[in-house]
């Protein structure tokens, strides 16, 4: 075990921060001389000014009122002028302020990173001579009383602390908390104690976890990933993980193997981690054993809890958190949470998720995988565009409105959507008494009128009936669009009469209206199966599946599976 820190990385810091030191005395010179500048502008202004004013004639008091009149505009002109590089300046000063931040920030970031490589180093140092003192005093106890008064004083010394450390095996107690506290807001902590073989307690970490969701599983596994990156930290070898989350514990051992693509990833980060150790073996325990991890959680959560009235203060602390979609850190500010299931997605994931949703003529729904939780038109204000808002408006309408009551607006600039009792409601003040009975309607958004009963434009001094027989064929935009689908091979469905085409993919369609069917002869598809002995899909359709085959993995909810083991009570698992 290294007892120094590398000496190549202290140097690079020293370097670094010269750099640091050397820019901020830049940035000080040339914000003396640009006040230095302006100064002196100012100066030469005042100065032209008041020459100006002494070489003008004083004739009388009307003239020179009428002087002192005609110079302020001049004034003006010359202040006017002066005034884009003082903009200017007044620009610059926000841009070194923010400079200064950014180095300041730089800076404290490289002396904390000094500090605590300096505290890792005394407690590595502390851990050899406390594994060293142990050593000695287990040798003297083994020596006999006899020998021990013949030969203690010359008792041996050995040196070889380094090796003797690896040697011993350390035990690591972890725990991910969380708690949902001031209502409905869930808090995370993490709890870490390293303790040595006699379970003396050597080193602990307690800190707040941050942008996890209600995901048990994930917030154990990140404080696993915790303990085992402190215990390399500390140079330890060989350790033993005490782990009281049963299905964690599973994941592990490689008993089981996890299905969900966030919990694998993390699952992964620790089988590299534990390659790192000589020696690294997990043992199930009650939860009772982990009550050093235990509390250092619990004391991250109420620190988070105590800090929250200081959050209204003008001075926020910002606060991060991974969007588990694109895995960017990203202000929670930012971070959008749906109101029935508090999944927490990124705006710029959810615009894009909600976009394509909408586009396809679908309700947007939570991105979570089987979750049906439907999404608030006001609170998705806070990333959507007004054109967005209105389309999703539209969608909720349309799927309000059952089929057999929705009456679009024939006109081709208009295609409103209204329901049969909205459009009546509406004619009643709008249509006189006898064209309602024959079937006119007024459309509520362009105010055009048309026949309910035909679906076209109103066909004025005619009956539906003559204007049936006049016009047996379908319009032609309709013989155009059938035209078209007929050519494409597109599908209709059943259900909606919705044109659907395949652009790549399986012949399993879903459309926006839910049912699902086969593309290539039209037969539903049941409980997940097809009903006909169609091919599943044509390879000539299938163009990304090489790139693609990474994301057919299930991400179902975490807790899902583990509910079975999961004593909410105890908050442990057996």
């Not at 390399?232 to 994941?251: D, E």
Request: glycine letters at 4%; a negative charge; aromatic letters at 8%.
């Amino acid at each position: 075990m290294s007892k120094f820190t590398n000496r190549d990385d202290y140097d690079d810091d020293d370097d670094l921060l010269s750099l640091l030191h050397e820019q901020r005395r830049e940035f000080m010179a040339s914000q003396t001389l640009e006040s230095d500048l302006d100064f002196a502008f100012r100066l030469q202004l005042d100065e032209a000014i008041n020459a100006s004013l002494t070489h003008l004639p004083s004739t009388s008091a009307s003239a020179s009122a009428s002087t002192s009149l005609t110079l302020h505009p001049s004034t003006s002109a010359s202040t006017s002028t002066a005034s884009p590089s003082i903009g200017k300046a007044r620009i610059t000063a926000p841009l070194s302020t923010l400079h200064f931040e950014e180095i300041s920030k730089l800076e404290q970031k490289l002396k904390d990173r000094r500090q605590s490589e300096l505290e890792m180093r005394r407690t590595r140092e502390d851990i050899e001579r406390r594994v060293h003192d142990q050593k000695v005093a287990r040798e003297i106890l083994e020596i006999p009383e006899e020998e021990w008064l013949d030969w203690g004083d010359n008792f041996p010394e050995e040196e070889d602390d380094e090796e003797d450390n690896e040697t011993v095996v350390f035990k690591l107690y972890f725990k991910g908390l969380l708690s949902e506290e001031n209502g409905n807001k869930i808090f995370g902590g993490i709890g870490i104690a390293i303790c040595d073989p006699m379970k003396n307690l050597v080193f602990e970490i307690s800190k707040p976890l941050i942008g996890n969701g209600k995901s048990t599983i994930a917030a154990e596994a990140k404080a696993l990933i915790e303990g085992l990156n402190a215990a390399l930290a500390l140079g330890l070898k060989r350790i033993v993980v005490y782990c009281h989350c049963f299905p964690l514990y599973n994941y592990f051992t490689g008993r089981w193997s996890a299905r969900q693509r966030k919990v694998a990833m993390l699952i992964d980060q620790i089988a590299v981690l534990r390659e790192k150790f000589v020696y690294c073996n997990p043992i199930l325990v009650p939860r009772n054993d982990i009550e050093y991890a235990f509390r250092f959680a619990r004391e991250a959560i109420t620190s988070q809890v105590t800090k929250q009235p200081a959050e209204s203060s003008n001075e926020r602390v910002a606060i991060i958190e991974a969007c588990v979609i694109c895995l960017e850190d990203t202000d929670v500010e930012r971070i959008f949470s749906v109101d029935e299931c508090r999944h927490r997605y990124c705006f710029s994931c959810m615009k894009q998720h909600v976009e394509v949703k909408l586009l396809h003529g679908m309700m947007p729904k939570c991105p979570h995988e089987a979750c049906e939780s439907l999404l608030n038109v006001e609170s998705c204000r806070k990333f959507l565009t007004p054109k967005l808002i209105e389309m999703m408006c539209l969608r909720i309408k349309e799927a309000s409105i059952p089929v057999s009551e929705k009456i679009y607006c024939p006109y081709p600039k208009c295609s409103a959507l209204m329901s049969k009792n909205e459009v009546s409601e509406y004619s009643k003040s709008a249509v006189p008494a006898g064209l309602q009975g024959v079937g006119a309607r007024k459309c509520s958004k362009c105010h055009g009128l048309f026949c309910i009963n035909c679906k076209v434009p109103w066909h004025n001094n005619m009956t539906c009936y003559n204007f049936k027989r006049m016009n047996p064929n379908n319009p032609g935009e309709d013989v155009k669009l059938k035209s078209l689908a007929t050519r494409n091979l597109w599908r209709q469905c059943v259900k909606c009469s919705h044109m659907i085409e395949l652009a790549e993919g399986c012949y399993h369609m879903t459309c926006r209206c839910g049912y699902q069917f086969c593309y290539n002869c039209g037969a539903e598809w049941k409980d997940k199966k097809a009903t006909c002995s169609c091919p599943l899909w044509d390879e000539d359709n299938i163009l990304y599946a090489e790139n693609d085959s990474d994301f057919d993995e299930d991400d179902e909810d975490e807790d899902e599976d583990e509910d079975d083991y999961y004593d909410s009570e105890t908050d442990g698992y057996f």
